[in-house]
Each structure stands twice: as C-alpha cells, then as structure tokens.
T-cell receptor, first 119, second 109 residues
Framework: DSGVTQTPKHLITATGQRVTLRCSPRSGDLSVYWYQQSLDQGLQFLIHYYNGEERAKGNILERFSAQQFPDLHSELNLSSLELGDSALYFC??????????????????FGAGSRLTVL | SQKIEQNSEALNIQEGKTATLTCNYTNYSPAYLQWYRQDPGRGPVFLLLIRENEKEKRKERLKVTFDTTLKQSLFHITASQPADSATYLCALRDDKIIFGKGTRLHILP
C-alpha cells in the first residue's frame, strides 16, 4: 500500500457520460498529480495541484477538470466521455514542492489507479 | 518542451546478467532525473533519483548514471532476476514531471 488511495478501482460507463475519479494523497503530501495511461501513449501528465492551487497543466482536454479540496484530496472529472478516454488514470502525490529546478527532486508516490472503460 | 526517449522495444536479458536501459532527453539538462518501475496494471514505484552534478548513483543491485553532455541516463540492474521483469520509466521535470514511455524488461530464467 503506497498510501495514495484512488477510487473507484474500475469503472465501466457509456459514451457521453460523466465520471468522477477520487484521490487521497499520502499523509503529509501537499501536491497531487493526475496522469492518464493508455496502451500506446505511456503516462501523460494531466494536471498538478499544490495545496489547493493549480500549479501546472498538461494537454488536458476541456472535457476534463480537476480540483484539490481543503483536506487535500483531489477529484478528476471527465465528461462527455468518448471511447478514446478509456485508460488507466493515476494519481500521485509528493511532499511540499520547492520552486524552480529544485522541484525535480520531488519523488512521486502513485496510487493503484482507476481503470476507466468507455463503451 | 522536453521530450524523453526510451527504447520502446522489449529487452530480453538472461538471468544473472546485467540489464542496461537507456533514457535520452532532448532539450536542456534537468536538475534531477528519476527512475521508476511499473508492473502491469499497477502504479509506478520510485527507484532512484540522480542529480545533475552526480555522475552515478547506486542502490543495491541498481545503478544509474547521468551524462549531461550526451543528454542521457543509463539504468543498470546487475545480477538480474526474473522478479526484475517490469517496465522501467525515466522521468524529469520540465514545467511538470514528465515520463518516458518506458522500456519493458524481461529477465529470462
């Protein structure tokens, strides 16, 4: 158990629907990252939150949104789902993020992932 | 922006030999480079971090090198075991932490 909790583990839904994925970071970690992993694409960065504020955004679709709450858990909302959204969605957390190049020292602790299947 | 290139072909190594995996990046040298292990259907697990002023870092049977001139990191597993079979990812920070696609390693008994 990594200490990062993701729910649900598996989710099957239909095109056009909306789902919410939830992540609880490791105790004491202030940063939460979301990644999408599909078969051919590897781990694609979606978004990073630090202590409730958005810090960086990747190529996240407009249909996707996320937030980090005051208790530091985070939710990733995926709407108007398409077949191509089927993937593993990982959340990761890390401790306080220093600024600038030092932030590359942040080690990510990943959750077990949420597997989304869109039919 | 940075791109990370890892050999997408699977690497088959005989048990007991040294496995060497390559990670190349395209732009400026990051201050840190990280290596993770990922088993099928599971989240990546951190293995090692190397700083730009470190040439080499070791942890048990693992060794990582970092050559900022070549823009390359090498990841070595010595005395490889079938349990080392997994996908290995390298990661660095651009304006966000990005990962290579990983190299699948198979250790053959």
């Amino acid at each position: 158990d990594s200490g990062v909790t993701q729910t649900p583990k598996h989710l099957i839904t239909a095109t056009g629907q909306r789902v919410t994925l939830r992540c609880s970071p490791r105790s004491g970690d202030l940063s939460v990252y979301w990644y999408q992993q599909s078969l051919d694409q590897g781990l694609q960065f979606l978004i990073h939150y630090y202590n409730g504020e958005e810090r960086a955004k990747g190529n996240i679709l407009e249909r996707f949104s996320a937030q980090q709450f005051p208790d530091l858990h985070s939710e990733l909302n995926l709407s108007s789902l398409e077949l191509g959204d089927s993937a593993l969605y990982f959340c990761a957390s890390s401790p306080q993020t220093p600024a600038g190049r030092g932030s590359g020292a942040n080690v990510l602790t990943f959750g077990a992932g949420s597997r989304l299947t869109v039919l | 922006s940075q791109k990370i290139e890892q050999n997408s072909e699977a690497l088959n190594i005989q048990e007991g030999k040294t496995a060497t995996l390559t990670c190349n990046y395209t732009n400026y040298s990051p201050a840190y480079l990280q290596w993770y292990r990922q088993d099928p259907g599971r989240g990546p697990v951190f293995l090692l971090l190397i700083r730009e002023n470190e040439k080499e870092k070791r942890k048990e049977r693992l060794k990582v090198t970092f050559d900022t001139t070549l823009k390359q990191s090498l990841f070595h597993i010595t005395a490889s075991q079938p349990a080392d079979s997994a996908t290995y990812l390298c990661a660095l920070r651009d304006d966000k932490i990005i990962f290579g696609k990983g190299t699948r390693l198979h250790i053959l008994p």
